[in-house]
């Protein structure tokens, strides 16, 4: 069984910065992608970034491209996702997914994709 622990949320002013970090415990080689997902007050829930282990993409949303940078460390089993010029839209609970399948480029921000879920960190963005 795979776990995944999330980490880094917090308060932050408008245009400022956090790093979330996922961090990966158990059967760690079941899984290939890996994704972040957020969900507003009173919002479902939306893909915001994923990678890959095998082939090493990244995909990202419209909506954080330029903002965000999705990174991974093999050897600590995490993957963190900094997010600068941070807005008050972005604000919300943060997820981390993972997947033991090789998703494609598209598929990877679709949350139905992925098998493993983290609790989640909350990240609120105001002033």
């Known amino acids: 069984q795979l776990q995944l622990v999330e980490s880094g949320g917090g308060l932050v002013q408008p245009g400022g910065s956090l790093r979330l970090s996922c961090t990966a415990s158990g059967f760690t080689l079941d899984y290939d992608a890996i994704g972040w997902f957020r969900q507003a007050p009173g919002k479902g829930r939306e893909g915001v970034s994923c990678i890959r282990r095998s082939g090493g993409f990244t995909n990202y949303a419209d909506s954080v491209k330029g903002r965000f940078t999705i990174s991974r460390d093999f050897a600590k089993n995490t993957v963190y996702l900094q997010m600068n010029s941070l807005k008050p839209e972005d604000t919300g609970v943060y997820y981390c997914?993972?997947?033991?399948?090789?998703?494609?480029?598209?598929?990877?921000?679709?949350?139905?994709?992925?098998?493993?879920w983290g609790q989640g960190t909350q990240v609120t963005v105001s002033s």
């Open positions: 997914a993972a997947s033991s399948r090789s998703l494609s480029f598209n598929l990877c921000l679709r949350e139905g994709e992925y098998s493993y």
